[in-house]
């Protein structure tokens, strides 16, 4: 028998929440390599915010960015 996630307990999966906050420019970088990588079931929203790096001679010091999240299952070791 050919064991996999799907037919596991789930007592033996573990899942994460993966939450990344990346620039607009390298969001085409990302999901070329998270599909290579064979990730499946990605979330995108728009967000702002201003962190170490504000820009504070704009009118609005908050960037606007992209947040990822995804959810990652893998069998328990």
């Known amino acids: 028998m050919h064991v996999t996630k799907e037919n596991r307990p789930a007592s033996q999966l573990e899942l994460k929440k993966i939450t990344a906050i990346i620039n607009r420019s390298v969001l085409g970088e990302v999901e070329q390599r998270l599909t290579e990588l064979k990730?499946?079931?990605?979330?995108?929203?728009?967000?702002?915010?201003?962190?170490?790096?504000?820009?504070?001679?704009?009118?609005?010091?908050?960037?606007?960015?992209?947040?990822?999240?995804?959810?990652?299952?893998?069998?328990?070791?």
Request: with cysteine.
């Open 39 to 77: 990730i499946r079931g990605l979330s995108e929203s728009d967000v702002t915010g201003c962190g170490e790096y504000s820009n504070f001679f704009r009118a609005d010091i908050k960037a606007p960015h992209i947040k990822i999240e995804l959810i990652h299952c893998a069998v328990k070791s």
